[in-house]
T-cell receptor, first 114, second 117 residues
């Protein structure tokens, strides 16, 4: 059974700082990995999707990397802003069978202090 | 990207009543949709897999008579929380996948915040 863990569970940083969020998964047979942000009481916003054959994806100040063999992904946020405050979730999809169930990580709650 | 619409976004209901949540794929056909639930300060947990034209597959510990799922068309799945109780208050979200068989990105609805009073 796939297990996805995110460290740290919570993070508080001053505005402008660069930061890294970590995601680890136990079964490396994944099809892709996706990073989301969730604002309090809101739904999910997709940030970056990395296919299993890719090593990284970039969008603006965000960069996500994937090391499938070691079961790890990182989300790098450059020059953090108060608007980045949210909970960040990573999710993996299996590379087997007809089912495409997504397993979500435990989340990292980020607070960027002005 | 593809769009998944979930309705309503928020609902407050009285204990004992039933609530229906809709999940629609707006610009693609989805043979499979998934329903997730998020407990306070917890991550999203898969509740069930909704298959068009057949019975849903529920995860262990999820009461199928409590959470009725219907996937009557290739663009619509519904989750009905029957005889809701305060402990059913939660955030529910669906995701949909295309019917082509190609493993594409999972598209998520915006979620429904259910409060049972």
């Amino acid at each position: 059974k796939q297990e996805v863990t995110q460290i740290p569970a919570a993070l508080s940083v001053p505005e402008g700082e660069n930061l890294v969020l970590n995601c680890s998964f136990t079964d490396s047979a994944i099809y892709n990995l996706q990073w989301f942000r969730q604002d309090p009481g809101k739904g999910l916003t997709s940030l970056l999707l990395i296919q299993s054959s890719q090593r990284e994806q970039t969008s603006g100040r965000l960069n996500a990397s994937l090391d499938k063999s070691s079961g790890r992904s990182t989300l790098y946020i450059a020059a953090s802003q108060p608007g980045d405050s949210a909970t960040y979730l990573c999710a993996v999809r299996p590379d087997s069978g007809g089912y495409q169930k997504v397993t979500f990580g435990t989340g990292t709650k980020l607070q960027v202090i002005p | 990207g593809a769009v998944v619409s979930q309705h309503p976004s928020r609902v407050i209901c009285k204990s004992g009543t039933s609530v229906k949540i809709e999940c629609r794929s707006l610009d693609f056909q989805a043979t499979t949709m998934f329903w997730y639930r998020q407990f306070p300060k917890k991550s999203l947990m898969l509740m069930a897999t909704s298959n068009e034209g057949s019975k849903a597959t529920y995860e262990q510990g999820v009461e199928k008579d409590k959470f009725l799922i219907n996937h009557a068309s290739l663009t619509l799945s519904t989750l009905t929380v029957t005889s809701a109780h305060p402990e059913d208050s939660s955030f529910y979200i669906c995701s949909a996948h295309s019917a082509t068989g190609k493993k594409t990105e999972a598209f998520f609805g915006q979620g429904t915040r259910l409060t049972v009073v």
